[in-house]
C-alpha cells in the first residue's frame, strides 16, 4: 500500500517568509508525528497528533512553529518567520496508533537562504 | 546522560562478516524498542522491532533485547555492501520515540 507522503521534497525560501509543509499519513493511521532533522544531528521530536488533536506539543522550538491535522488525516506544519536555524530536513510519520511502529516519510529538505 | 546511547562508530565489516550494533537506553519504563536503518540522503526505514526480552529474527537481521540490563542489540548476518547505512535504535514510551545519534556501518567488498 502507499506510505506515508511529503510534500513538497525540497523548499528554498528568503529568512523571514512563511512556509507549510504537508504530510499525508498512510490511510487508517491515528496517529502522526513531525521531526526534524539537522545536518549530523538526531532526530529530533517536535509534535504528536492523535486523531486532530495534538496532545503533545512540547518540542515545537518557538512559537513560530505550528502544526494542524484536519479530517484525521491530511497534516500541515508551518513555520513562520523562518530563520536560518530552521534549515533542516522535517520528517514526518504516522503508526496504527501510538503504541505502534513508525513508519517515515520521505522528509522535506528546508533551506532557508 | 542521553536517553539512548549507541556505540559512536563508524563500523567498517567485510562483506560476509556479522555486523553487531549496540544500544543502551536510560529509561526503565521504555516499552517497545526499534531499530531504523537511514541512507545517506534518505529517511529512516523501519528494520526490525522487538517488545519482550529475548531475541527476535528477521532475515538475516537478529535483534535482542535485555530490559534488566537496558539494553537492545543489532546483528546483520552475511553483510552485504547494500547493508551500508546510519542504523538508528530508537525506544518508545507511550507515544513518545526517542532516537540514539546512530551507528554508520560500511560493508567493504
Known sequence: ?113 | QKEVEQNSGPLSVPEGAIASLNCTYSDRGSQSFFWYRQYSGKSPELIMFIYSNGDKEDGRFTAQLNKASQYVSLLIRDSQPSDSATYLCAVRRDYKLSFGAGTTVTVRA
Open chain 1, 1 to 113: 500500500g502507499a506510505g506515508v507522503s511529503q510534500s513538497p521534497s525540497n523548499k528554498v525560501t528568503e529568512k523571514g517568509k512563511d512556509v507549510e509543509l504537508r504530510c499525508d499519513p498512510i490511510s487508517g493511521h491515528t496517529a502522526l508525528y513531525w521531526y526534524r532533522q539537522s545536518l549530523g544531528q538526531g532526530l529530533e521530536f517536535l509534535i504528536y497528533f492523535q486523531g486532530n488533536s495534538a496532545p503533545d506539543k512540547s518540542g515545537l522550538p518557538s512559537d513560530r512553529f505550528s502544526a494542524e491535522r484536519t479530517g484525521g488525516s491530511v497534516s500541515t506544519l508551518t513555520i513562520q518567520r523562518t530563520q536560518q536555524e530552521d534549515s533542516a530536513v522535517y520528517l514526518c510519520a504516522s503508526s496504527l496508533d501510538s503504541l505502534y511502529e513508525q513508519y517515515f516519510g520521505p522528509g522535506t529538505r528546508l533551506t532557508v537562504t
